[in-house]
T-cell receptor, first 111, second 114 residues
Framework: DAGITQSPRHKVTETGTPVTLRCHQTENHRYMYWYRQDPGHGLRLIHYSYGVKDTDKGEVSDGYSVSRSKTEDFLLTLESATSSQTSVYFC??????????FGPGTRLLVL | KNQVEQSPQSLIILEGKNCTLQCNYTVSPFSNLRWYKQDTGRGPVSLTIMTFSENTKSNGRYTATLDADTKQSSLHITASQLSDSASYICVVSVGAGNNRKLIWGLGTSLVVNP
């Protein structure tokens, strides 16, 4: 998985609680992305980062925030989890905006 | 509207057989097209990337074609193996620079049986 780890790999939480997912890379790639993958949908971009403290919204950013204080770490926070945020979340990295390399994913269940 | 459609949705073949997966896209402006393989429970892995001027590109037993005129791409798998069982996703890049966006298909689920 190209030097990308995600934590936790699995999480069950309750509606209304905050959740933070972590993506860590050892490749020193500039770009980092958070996607969600749901049945019936292609991968959908939540947020992305093009450098430390430089982030931007993707197509499904409502209810999510991100932070990138170091090159290697990109955090995704669900401020108040809802059942509609039950999904598999993937982190990806790229250099120069070319091919993206994906992490192993985090399965999140919001009850 | 930018769209990527893949067919078939799912496919079952016997080990050793060949198969072809299709991707049709309606995007503008086209930048490039990628095929990813996603094993169950894992993240997608890039197989090939094709630009506007490329017609064919191979990666081992995988051969991708691109017809920019008809806006179609195919992924041909030769002599399939059990390890080829996965979802194959077509992704089209639209725009350039800071305006670049990826349009993901829903994937074709391939099962290779012994």
């Amino acid at each position: 998985d190209a030097g990308i780890t995600q934590s936790p790999r699995h999480k069950v939480t309750e509606t209304g609680t905050p959740v933070t997912l972590r993506c860590h890379q050892t490749e020193n790639h500039r770009y980092m992305y958070w996607y969600r993958q749901d049945p019936g949908h292609g991968l959908r971009l939540i947020h992305y980062s093009y450098g430390v403290k430089d982030t931007d919204k993707g197509e499904v950013s409502d209810g999510y925030s991100v932070s990138r204080s170091k090159t290697e770490d990109f955090l995704l926070t669900l401020e108040s989890a809802t059942s509609s945020q039950t999904s598999v979340y993937f982190c990806a990295i790229s250099q120069g905006g070319q091919t993206q390399y994906f992490g192993p994913g985090t399965r999140l269940l919001v009850l | 509207k930018n769209q990527v459609e893949q067919s078939p949705q799912s496919l079952i073949i016997l080990e050793g057989k060949n198969c072809t997966l299709q991707c049709n896209y309606t995007v503008s402006p086209f930048s490039n097209l990628r095929w990813y393989k996603q094993d169950t429970g894992r993240g997608p892995v890039s197989l090939t990337i094709m630009t506007f001027s490329e017609n064919t590109k191979s990666n081992g037993r995988y051969t991708a074609t691109l017809d920019a005129d008809t806006k179609q791409s195919s992924l041909h798998i030769t002599a399939s193996q059990l390890s080829d069982s996965a979802s194959y996703i077509c992704v089209v890049s639209v725009g350039a620079g800071n305006n670049r966006k990826l349009i993901w298909g829903l994937g074709t689920s391939l099962v290779v049986n012994p």
